[in-house]
T-cell receptor, first 119, second 111 residues
Framework: GAVVSQHPSRVICKSGTSVKIECRSLDFQATTMFWYRQFPKKSLMLMATSNEGSKATYEQGVEKDKFLINHASLTLSTLTVTSAHPEDSSFYIC???????????????FGEGSWLTVV | GENVEQHPSTLSVQEGDSAVIKCTYSDSASNYFPWYKQELGKGPQLIIDIRSNVGEKKDQRIAVTLNKTAKHFSLHITETQPEDSAVYFCAASTGFQKLVFGTGTRLLVSP
């Protein structure tokens, strides 16, 4: 099946610094990727929808200047947490829509997630 | 917008028993309903999905049913095994719109 890869799986950064998380679709070209944040024992919270070659669409309440999303190619989207603070510590997960399944729907595959700890 | 409710929040069964997780959705235009399994510390894994043009789909021990009239869909796991223990999320979407997730069900299968 389709594979979505995230890197790094775990990252620790100092407060005030920026950290980048990469999301790659390994065996398909993804025109649309999604970024989620998940708190412990909670559901997935959609942060933004990333479309290749255009600006990301952010959900209400998500700071676009803090969570920079770039979808420069059909296989790569990046999330940069700028000026990170301890409250940004969380599990960040990306997903990608498999276009080969477009004719029959909206199949979306998830990456393995990235644990961010801001100290 | 779409709202998805999921029940139960936790479910404990004995190995070999069946498990059923139910979800309801609010938007009658929703036409795609996937189920994801999430193990601790990992990303969600798509285990089965159903589209609005069918009422039931099976894949080995896993099945999903959809009742469009009542706007609910269910995940059925038969002959549960300890490795089925995880958090399961249902979701719904319309066309190629974003997925709206349920709140998750923590399934515990005891040997």
């Amino acid at each position: 099946g389709a594979v979505v890869s995230q890197h790094p799986s775990r990252v620790i950064c100092k407060s005030g610094t920026s950290v980048k998380i990469e999301c790659r679709s390994l065996d398909f070209q993804a025109t649309t990727m999604f970024w989620y944040r998940q708190f412990p024992k909670k559901s997935l919270m959609l942060m933004a929808t990333s479309n290749e070659g255009s600006k990301a669409t952010y959900e209400q309440g998500v700071e676009k200047d803090k969570f920079l999303i770039n979808h420069a190619s059909l296989t790569l989207s990046t999330l940069t947490v700028t000026s990170a603070h301890p409250e940004d510590s969380s599990f960040y997960i990306c997903s990608a829509r498999d276009p080969d399944r477009l004719s029959s729907g909206n199949t979306i595959y998830f990456g393995e997630g990235s644990w961010l700890t801001v100290v | 917008g779409e709202n998805v409710e999921q029940h139960p929040s936790t479910l404990s069964v004995q190995e070999g028993d069946s498990a059923v997780i139910k979800c309801t959705y609010s938007d009658s235009a929703s036409n795609y309903f996937p189920w994801y399994k999430q193990e601790l510390g990992k990303g969600p894994q798509l285990i089965i999905d159903i589209r609005s043009n069918v009422g039931e789909k099976k894949d080995q021990r896993i099945a999903v049913t959809l009742n469009k009239t009542a706007k609910h869909f269910s995940l059925h796991i038969t002959e549960t095994q300890p490795e089925d223990s995880a958090v399961y999320f249902c979701a719904a979407s319309t066309g190629f719109q974003k997925l709206v997730f349920g709140t998750g069900t923590r399934l515990l299968v005891s040997p």
